[in-house]
């Protein structure tokens, strides 16, 4: 807007906005815009890497449900096994069966592995226990990858999940039974 030297508005010159004024403009929104796309993307990576996470953190609890429901399967190491060997599915289901605490245990890590494998990308789990005796300690581990279409079945351990090229991520949960 021109204002002359009695304080007026020069009508000729305040017609509109200059070009120049206009491209500052949609720079400035278009600037704008784009840092609201950024911070929306990053803010679902956070809120999908957290939904994993709690999945994880199910998944781990499950399983310790379901050795403390079976503690003599426990003790007898039923649940450890490498990540990735579900081996084959006993049938305990039925009320009559008479399986023995190992088989309650091999059908126990089949369903939760099975669980894994469908509700986490590329999901692996593994129990593991130390010590002997009537108490013993147990990780529960669960890994899963972000974003990668292969498969991995090795076993978990924690320079795995630090130092996997394909960015597994893992959580795990020490428990004494």
């Excluded at 305040?14 to 929104?29: D, H, K, P, T, Y």
């Excluded at 972000?146 to 991995?152: D, F, H, L, V």
Aim: charged share 20%; aromatic share 6%; hydrophobic share 40%.
């Amino acid at each position: 807007m021109a204002i002359n030297s009695a304080g007026n508005i020069n009508p000729i010159r305040s017609r509109g906005l200059s070009l120049v004024e206009v491209l500052v403009a949609v720079v400035l929104i278009t600037s704008a815009l784009t840092g609201l796309a950024a911070s929306q993307s990053n803010a679902q990576g956070v809120a999908s890497r957290a939904s994993l996470r709690s999945l994880a953190v199910l998944s781990a609890g499950d399983m310790v449900e379901r050795m403390r429901a079976n503690p003599d399967g426990a003790r007898r190491d039923a649940y450890t096994a490498p990540a990735g060997n579900r081996g084959q599915f006993p049938d305990c289901s039925n009320s009559g069966s008479n399986c023995t605490s190992s088989e309650f245990a091999a059908a126990d890590l089949w369903a939760w592995r099975d669980r894994i494998d469908r509700v986490l990308p590329n999901g692996l789990g593994q129990v593991t226990s130390t010590g002997s005796g009537a108490v013993r300690t147990y990780s529960v581990t669960i890994s899963w990858v972000r974003n990668s279409g292969r498969k991995t079945a090795h076993p978990i351990t924690k320079s795995t999940c630090a130092t996997d090229i394909l960015r597994r991520y893992c959580f795990t949960l020490d428990i004494r039974l």
